[in-house]
């Protein structure tokens, strides 16, 4: 219903900046929050941030917090995620999410975008 396509990874330095953006298309209107996570070789995929498509409200995992800022352009129907001061342990493919509806979980996702950062 929604389909979602990542880009903007790649390869930076350690302490370095990403920006990693998400376009949205069909069904946009019946988003209510996108989220960004991610999976490393061998991990369990974690949670990263997200934003709520109408009000804009951010969430933020512990370990980017501070580091990380997500924010959405609704008339372009994109949600961007801005990394700054990478470390190692941020490499990993990283994907977006739509979620329609409060408490419930996420139904769809991108093909991901690969994020390494070399120390």
């Known amino acids: 219903q929604v389909q979602l396509v990542e880009s903007g990874g790649g390869l930076v330095q350690a302490g370095g900046s990403l920006r990693l953006s998400c376009a949205a298309s069909?069904?946009?209107?019946?988003?209510?929050?996108m989220g960004w996570f991610r999976q490393a070789p061998g991990k369990d995929r974690e949670f990263v941030a997200a934003?709520?498509?109408?009000?804009?409200?951010?969430y933020y995992a512990d370990s980017v917090k501070g580091r990380f800022t997500i924010s959405r352009d609704n008339a372009k129907n994109t949600v961007y995620l801005q990394m700054n001061s990478l470390k190692p342990e941020d490499s990993a493919v990283y994907s977006c999410?739509?979620?329609?509806?409060?408490?419930?979980?996420?139904?769809?996702w991108g093909q991901g975008t690969q994020v390494t950062v070399d120390s």
């Open positions: 999410a739509d979620k329609r509806t409060p408490g419930r979980p996420y139904e769809d």
């Open positions: 069909g069904r946009t209107f019946s988003i209510y929050q």
């Open positions: 934003i709520t498509w109408s009000g804009g409200i951010t």
